[in-house]
């Protein structure tokens, strides 16, 4: 085992700058777009790479999609609330509708719409239960909605989750 992590497809790859420049929403495959990004935000930063990332890791863990959208309404509706697939039927309820007390400033964002469906934030734990106590933690730090709070990758690799990982691969 190596300890290396490759990562492919920088087709849609934007050069990060200071001051941010604004950006069209048309990147980042479909089921790892960031929820600012669906939501019309045209300002955007290192976080959209962390939600990717998570759904990413969700991924890695349950051995299937996670939020696999065919319609940027769809996307959302689906990372709002999660639907098991069949035999089970099952719907949970996963992050929930945002709000501004989830989010900040979410209801300001161009394509948010005060129509879209109240659900309510369900446990991680309910959804991807082969995790445990670190990994939710991680994940759902990862997947928050607020870009502001969302944690950054230095964070991310200080986490208790890889406190049993060897540093020289960190």
């Known amino acids: 085992m190596t300890g290396a992590l490759k990562i492919a497809d920088f087709g849609l790859a934007r050069a990060f700058s ?12 479909l089921w790892y777009r960031a ?8 300002v955007y930063s290192p976080p959209v790479d962390i939600w990717s990332v998570g759904v990413i890791f969700a991924e890695m863990v349950t ?19 999660y639907d098991f697939p069949p035999p089970l ?15 900040r400033g979410v209801t300001k964002l ?16 309910e959804l ?25 990758a230095k964070e991310a690799l200080r986490h208790p989750y890889f406190d049993d990982v060897d540093s020289e691969y960190m």
Not at 111 to 123: I, L, M, R
């Open 110 to 125: 161009r394509d948010y719409a005060p129509t879209f469906p109240k659900w309510k934030k369900k446990s991680l734990r």
């Open 63 to 81: 051995k299937k999609a996670l939020f696999p959208g065919d319609s940027e309404i769809d996307q959302l509706y689906r990372i709002f609330r």
């Open 89 to 103: 039927g099952v719907r949970i309820f996963a992050l929930g509708t945002p709000d501004e007390s989830s989010w």
């Open 35 to 42: 929820p600012e990004i669906l939501l019309g935000q045209e």
């Open 18 to 29: 200071i001051p941010m420049k604004k950006y069209t929403h048309e990147v980042v495959t």
């Open 128 to 152: 991807i239960p082969q995790l445990d106590a670190d990994g939710l933690s991680l994940l759902e730090s990862m997947l928050c909605y607020d870009p502001e709070t969302r944690i950054s």
